[in-house]
């Protein structure tokens, strides 16, 4: 007959209760680790993401991936993830077009800017887009876990020296008025052609360091000029100048 447990006895090894091995109380059988940060990672290059998930795959689960902005709208809008890590530049419409687009419909979805990009145009246009912060690819594997961490958390999240051009914004040093207004209706390459324009680079110059003909050059320069409604190189160079493109 199976005698009743004496209260005044300590519980035998194994008894709810009862030590671990080492004097400590054993943890309740309930008791399970803490879920894992939900990740979508966004950027346009299959070798980038593979590389990204598998830096960060040990801490979070990767619910999904895109290489376009539509794509990406997509899959976040379906997965809703606690993070995204979202590239600043992508084909069909750019980083900024899924923030907007996945605000519209999500307004508390979390974004981290990810990129190969540290100028201020790029930083500060994302942020005013609803981003919570901006790390540049260079960051280490255990810092950008650390960093989805702290977004999901509700942190705002920049590389070191990022974050003087959020501060610079704040303090007027940056005209943000016009940061992500005009420069989100060049493509990446109008973007690249300008700068260099600006630099004082003669088309056949521009044409070499891009690897590009000089007549696709003269048909960048031409685009930049009508969306940004200049008239010609100079005026391109004091727009550029004014917003520190060069």
Do not use: C
Request: glycine share 8%; aromatic share 4%.
């Amino acid at each position: 007959m199976t005698q009743p447990p004496n209260p005044s006895q300590p519980p035998r090894p194994g008894q709810p209760g009862s030590p671990s091995p080492q004097g400590q109380p054993a943890q309740p059988a309930s008791a399970v680790p803490p879920a894992r940060r939900r990740v979508v990672v966004v950027d346009d290059h299959a070798m980038f993401r593979t590389g990204v998930k598998a830096e960060i795959g040990r801490a979070v689960e990767v619910v999904g991936e895109a290489a376009d902005a539509d794509t990406a709208i997509k899959v976040v809008l379906a997965t809703q993830p606690d993070v995204v890590l979202l590239d600043v530049h992508l084909p069909g419409g750019g980083g900024i077009e899924v923030l907007r687009k996945v605000h519209e419909k999500n307004p508390e979805q979390k974004f981290l800017a990810l990129s190969v990009s540290d100028a201020a145009e790029d930083v500060i246009g994302v942020i005013r887009a609803g981003a919570r912060g901006y790390v540049t690819k260079s960051i280490a594997g255990n810092e950008l876990i650390d960093a989805i961490r702290r977004v999901a958390e509700g942190d705002a999240v920049f590389s070191p020296r990022l974050a003087g051009f959020v501060l610079d914004a704040f303090s007027g040093a940056i005209d943000i008025a016009s940061v992500d207004e005009d420069l989100d209706r060049l493509s990446q390459r109008e973007r690249e052609v300008l700068r260099l324009i600006a630099r004082g680079y003669a088309y056949k110059e521009v044409a070499k360091e891009l690897f590009i003909s000089i007549k696709t050059v003269e048909t960048h320069v031409s685009s930049v000029l009508r969306k940004l409604q200049l008239s010609n190189r100079h005026q391109l160079t004091r727009w550029a100048t004014d917003r520190r493109l060069v």
